[in-house]
């Protein structure tokens, strides 16, 4: 039976931001709920290793989720795992309704947004069919899957170049595969991928088909050269694809700004331009998407709402005594 729930600060997603921030609203004694579809950690689930995260050398990606969550349960952060939000919007009581696809729904003063980002597709004939019987967006969690395969790697940037290096631990052979003559990737990744004699470089590149054999498991990708136009097949069994991510914010009912890509806009405090709604982490316009950006946004952010939530008691004690 549906149900309705109330509390001080509604946390949607449970990723670092999204944990930091309920850590932080915990500790401000504010009556807080993180709902996380999946299991808390976000996109540290999907990474081995953490290697740029102040005080730790490196931690593995699941122990510091688990870190995360521990933290933040501590300090009384109710974290909801299975929960799939399909709505947010603020009423004319200025309370936001975040409902579920349970049909339960959350009502709340303040709404934090840290719902990252999900791959972004090639949109290739192929990639769907094959999805799971040899296409991936991850390459912790099938990489050993490859263990002695040939496979390839689409991208330029720092995940891309991070994951190819990563998968050649399992994979006899990567191609690392890249429409540009060179990588976005920054410099020591680079040169750690480069350096590893498993990976070869296919510049100038884009992947037209991904093609199946008669099991139904993927057997080569058709491919085209962007300069040439000559085209080519290339035998493999695992395409990985890391081209980016697309935030997730289409469960906001009302117009909030955000940039061409759908990023949302905050000002210095974390808050959109819907007042009470809060964004952090990979959902929020800004220069580089890491750990250590997601919790400085979710600090601010939960701060800052539990100013917001002074503000507006005090504003309400006011109309009352008038």
Known sequence: MAQTH???VVIIGAGPAGLCAGMYAGRGMLKT??????APGGELLNTELIEDYPGFESILGYEMAQKFADHAAKFGADIRTGVVVTS????????FETRTESGDTYLSPVVIVTAGGTPVK?????????AGKGVSYCAVCDGAFF???TIAVVGGGDAAVEEADYLTRYADKVYLIHRRGELRASKIVQERALANPKIEMVWHTVVERAVGDEQGLLHHLALKDVNTGERRDLPVTGLFIFIGFKPNTGVLADHVEHDALGYLITDWSMQTSVPGLFAAGDVRVQVTRQVTTAVGDATTAAIAAEKYLKARADASATVGAA
């Not at 947010?88 to 309370?95: A, F, Q, T, W």
């Not at 090639?122 to 094959?130: D, F, Q």
């Open 6 to 8: 109330e509390f001080e």
């Open 147 to 149: 263990r002695g395969h």
């Open 33 to 38: 709920v993180v709902l996380e579809r999946g």
């Open 88 to 95: 947010v919007k603020k009423r004319d009581d200025g309370l």
């Open 122 to 130: 090639l949109g290739i004939p192929g990639e769907t069919e094959y």
